[in-house]
């Protein structure tokens, strides 16, 4: 990670959820839509696993705040996951207040990758191509 990306994380604010892994999470996502490449080239360890997000999805509440989720952790600390859609593989952002997508880093083979994918009525992870472009939690 080069010394700006470094320098603007030592700015991050996270949030500690009380997770048993102890995973804090970012207080806001990354700006713009990321394939799985360009995602753990840009943000290596700090990208999520699977793992990570079936645990956030297990151990929190969440609660569908009209254009996203507001995810609370046992201490009464949240974050909100704004329903941000995705960047289609014309280019096109659709989706936008109704579908979130997350990217992880946990591939699932040469072609498809996993991401938490959302909307009003459901949570689960999904695995899908990998070029996608999909919003960027970051976690600590």
């Known amino acids: 990670i080069c010394l700006?990306?470094?320098?603007?994380m030592a700015q991050t604010v996270w949030v500690d959820l009380d997770l048993p892994s102890g995973t804090k999470w970012?207080?806001?996502?990354?700006?713009?839509?990321?394939?799985?490449?360009?995602?753990v080239d840009n943000f290596g360890g700090f990208l999520p696993t699977k793992e990570q997000?079936?645990?956030?999805?297990?151990?929190?509440?969440?609660?569908w705040k009209g254009d996203g989720y507001l995810?609370?952790?046992?201490?009464?600390?949240?974050?909100?996951?704004?329903?941000?859609?995705?960047?289609?593989?014309?280019g096109v952002v659709g989706s936008v207040g109704t579908i979130g997508l997350y990217r992880s880093s946990t591939p699932h083979d040469s072609y498809d990758a996993w991401y938490?994918?959302?909307?009003?009525?459901e949570v689960y992870m999904f695995c899908d191509l990998r070029c996608s472009g999909?919003?960027?939690r970051l976690v600590q």
């Open 4 to 8: 700006m990306a470094m320098t603007a």
């Open 26 to 39: 970012k207080s806001a996502n990354e700006k713009g839509y990321f394939s799985y490449e360009k995602a």
């Open 53 to 63: 997000f079936q645990e956030l999805k297990a151990c929190c509440i969440w609660e």
């Open 71 to 90: 995810v609370t952790g046992n201490n009464g600390n949240s974050i909100f996951l704004p329903a941000a859609g995705c960047r289609y593989l014309g």
């Open 116 to 121: 938490l994918r959302f909307n009003l009525s």
């Open 134 to 136: 999909l919003s960027v």
